[in-house]
């Protein structure tokens, strides 16, 4: 018979950290990005991206402080925003990813490139 552990055990013998890996997660949804076709959600990098850009030009006043959660070890969705929005706060319950993020700020060794993504957006604000 399965033995269910209760949720607030949960991870308690295997950190978050252990389900994933950045890297890989990085190579699998996000290289080639900006062709590849999202097999599971149907859309592709440029579409989203243009989500995120209608969302933000407009009028609307969002206020300073965007809070991202479940931002993993991505800035995409942060592109339109970042525009707005003077201060942004990850989250995640993933420490490899906030870390990964905190890497690409810092402009460390090897960091995952969005500059694609950054163009693309560029594009749509005319500011490429
Ligand atoms: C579908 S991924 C999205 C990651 C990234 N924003 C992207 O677009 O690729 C969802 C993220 O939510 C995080 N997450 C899951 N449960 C969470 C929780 N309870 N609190 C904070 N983050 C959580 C995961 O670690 C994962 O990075």
Redesign the pocket.
Known sequence: METRIPFEDQGKDQP?DAHFSVQEYLDY?YSDMMTKYDEDEGVSMPWILDQFHRTFAGEKDFGNRLLD????P?VY?LISASRVCSEIVC????QG?LAEIKRWKNGGENVFDWSTAVKYVSGLEGTG
């Open positions: 978050f949804f959660v479940g931002s993993g991505t969705q989250s995640d319950i993933h990813a």
